[in-house]
């Protein structure tokens, strides 16, 4: 088998020059091959290819002002758009974000919108990052362990070498192991995870998305604006 070229991402040039050493890696060009033969074998992968990088796109290194981790993407037809938890619009909001929703009123006062869709977040500097970028339909963690879990280790990476203090949102063990190596200057807030099997035992009222604006104002930083448009606005 013929090892593909080098992956050079259509992406803002900030994170494309930023992360140059991993996408001229050895394991990137060894992922590409599999998605390549995963493809040809007639496996459905979500997102489509030109929104796997859809989270570093929205959100310049610079500018991210809040991490929230996610695991890979959501495996049904039409819902994974390459940002953690979101969905397409038209797309019924997932059970976890449907608590991600709940926590936000009970903190906030902000009432849930009607769809599920998060791009608001992402250009504001809410950097939703999913620990694998794809996944096969139907087959949830069908791409663990071939790449990109490295690939995403050097984006939190880049993003905790920042001057500037960042908010990180970890939901879960496995997001907790995944940032890890965060430095003490930045706030790191941990609960369980959203979903439903989980979501009551501290997710519900861990009052994440106050504490994060409340950080973000000490360290004379711009809130995020958790409110999202009653309808959303595709890109």
């Known amino acids: ?36 033969e995963r493809k040809a074998a007639g496996a459905r ?13 929205l959100t310049p290194p610079d500018s991210v ?3 929230i981790l996610g695991q890979d993407p959501y495996h049904g037809p039409g819902q994974a758009h390459g940002l953690c938890f979101s969905v397409q619009p038209g797309v019924r909001p997932p059970p976890s974000l449907i608590n991600i929703y709940k926590e936000l ?6 009432m849930p919108p009607a769809h599920g869709f998060l791009e608001p977040w992402a250009r504001q500097g809410v950097l ?52 890890g190596n965060v430095d003490a200057r930045h706030l790191v807030l941990k609960a369980p995870h959203p979903s439903p099997l989980s979501a009551h035992r501290g997710f519900l009222g861990c009052g994440h998305f106050g504490k994060a604006n409340a950080f973000l104002e000490a360290a004379g930083r711009n809130p995020i604006d ?3 448009p009653h309808q959303p606005v595709p890109s």
Do not use: C
């Open 128 to 179: 939703l990052l999913n620990a694998v970028l794809t996944v096969e339909m139907g087959e949830a963690g069908s791409h663990q362990g071939r790449g990109w879990e490295r690939f995403t280790d050097a984006v939190i990476a880049r993003v905790n070498a920042q001057q500037q203090p960042v908010v990180f949102l970890l939901w879960g063990s496995h997001a907790q192991k995944k940032a």
């Open 1 to 36: 088998m013929t090892t593909p070229a080098p992956v050079v991402p259509q992406i803002r040039p900030a994170w494309r020059d930023a992360l140059a050493d991993e996408f001229a890696a050895p394991y990137m060009a060894e992922l590409k091959a599999f998605l390549l």
């Open 226 to 228: 958790w409110q999202l």
């Open 65 to 67: 002002r809040v991490v």
């Open 105 to 110: 009123e009970r903190d906030l006062a902000i």
């Open 45 to 57: 992968i979500f997102p489509p290819g030109s929104q796997w990088f859809r989270a570093l796109d």
